[in-house]
């Protein structure tokens, strides 16, 4: 067995990573619990001088503010609903603000609804509003939910008549709301067409690419599944596997490019699958894609529990992979990423299948969102690596972290298969 010599100047240094490692990993434990993020979705129709709104809202998320559930039996009726339509509206109308220029506009709400998006059942707001002037700037402010969650989103999509193109061409958007950038802006007048020389206020498609961008990150780090996944991937990536046990990996070099190798797979694979769902060629159920995400961490935590090379197994080229043969090729780093990221591929499209993109309105969102997803992992990557490389010679690190921190993702994991297989719900995230 290779042992690393650590002397005795450096034990301290070794106990204080040690702590280190222990506070980090239970500072993530609050957030693992909270509230899982929520989402709702925006339709605006702009025309002449009027504005078509329609905001849908999940219904436990509504129930949770305004306390819907009048007998508190659990199940939300639609007679509980109508009741209270009057504070219903005037939850959203006060939260939702609409400006033409400097005209604040007043909204005339239609009966309430219910739609469904997904597996998430909506109370679906219909809001008209015309202006007295003709429509040139358009400004949203909404602040819906952020009071319950800070997480919250508000998925967007903006079609509007652009009067400077004669009816050739009409504007469009897609974009993303959130408590750090609650408004947007649109510019649906003549002026939306002005020459490079005049200067334009920043409007809501400059925003696009930074919005997507940053939902990518945002999602990467709250996306607790995938986070375990690739923490299940990366737990391995400081040792190699020998005939009996994890021993520490002689070359910072060659662990970063093993990191490298998980990380770029599993984002060309989910990249992958993304594309085709948001273009329409396949969208498996919501359901079972979940379940098959649960699967594929529960999977990848397990297979850290067996470091040793047993007899007869076929020896290969990355000491970090696992000695098996994988549907008839030999297994590299990039296998496991590779092949269970076009999974939650699909999980990632769950993020921006309601917002109705097609075209060229699709291109710039996606390549904004993937980077965002690989700019997260790459950051959760460079935390995690200088310390797990620090540790790697320890038994705390090969004997502890290794091994209890992949029961435990496996322990997670293996309660949302259960609870999305058999939809349960006792799962907070």
Request: hydrophobic share 45%; with cysteine; glycine share 6%.
């Amino acid at each position: 067995m290779i042992s690393l010599p650590i002397s005795r100047e450096h034990s301290g240094l070794i106990r204080a990573v040690h702590w280190i490692w222990l506070c980090l990993g239970l500072s993530a434990f609050p957030a693992l619990w909270a509230h899982r993020p929520s989402d709702s979705w925006i339709q605006l129709t702009a025309a002449d001088h009027h504005v078509n709104l329609r905001l849908d809202l999940a219904l436990k998320d509504l129930d949770s503010v305004l306390g819907l559930d009048a007998n508190d039996d659990g199940n939300l009726t639609w007679g509980e609903l109508r009741r209270r339509e009057f504070d219903l509206m005037q939850y959203v109308t006060q939260r939702l603000t609409l400006t033409n220029s400097d005209e604040r506009m007043t909204w005339v709400p239609e009966p309430l609804r219910l739609v469904q998006h997904e597996e998430v059942v909506c109370a679906s707001f219909t809001l008209n509003s015309t202006s007295t002037k003709e429509l040139r700037q358009l400004t949203l402010i909404y602040r819906c939910l952020f009071e319950l969650d800070p997480q919250h989103r508000a998925l967007v999509q903006a079609d509007w008549a652009n009067p400077a193109t004669e009816g050739r061409s009409n504007g469009h958007f897609t974009g993303i709301l959130s408590p750090a950038e609650p408004g947007m802006t649109l510019q649906v007048g003549p002026d939306a067409c002005r020459s490079p020389e005049q200067p334009s206020p920043k409007s809501a498609p400059d925003q696009a690419f930074p919005q997507f961008f940053k939902e990518g990150v945002h999602h990467i780090w709250t996306g607790y599944d995938h986070l375990l996944f690739l923490a299940a991937l990366l737990l391995p990536s400081v040792v190699t596997r020998r005939r009996a046990s994890w021993e520490p990996a002689l070359a910072f070099r060659s662990v970063v490019v093993t990191v490298l190798q998980v990380v770029t797979s599993f984002t060309a694979a989910h990249s992958l699958t993304l594309a085709v769902a948001a273009f329409g060629m396949a969208r498996p159920p919501s359901r079972i894609i979940e379940s098959a995400i649960a699967a594929s961490v529960l999977y990848a935590a397990l297979r850290n529990l067996r470091p040793g090379q047993r007899p007869g197994d076929i020896p290969v080229r990355h000491p970090t992979a696992p000695p098996s043969v994988w549907l008839g090729w030999r297994e590299s780093p990039a296998t496991i990423p590779f092949a269970f990221g076009l999974i939650h591929g699909f999980g990632f499209a769950n993020a921006l299948g309601e917002l109705g993109l097609s075209g060229t309105g699709l291109a710039v969102p996606l390549i904004a969102f993937n980077l965002g997803v690989e700019t997260g992992q790459l950051a959760c990557v460079a935390v995690f690596l200088p310390v797990a490389y620090g540790l790697r010679a320890t038994p705390f690190y090969r004997r502890g972290i290794l091994p209890g921190g992949s029961l435990l993702i496996a322990a997670v994991a293996a309660a949302w298969l259960i609870d999305r297989s058999f939809n349960c719900g006792f799962m907070p995230f």
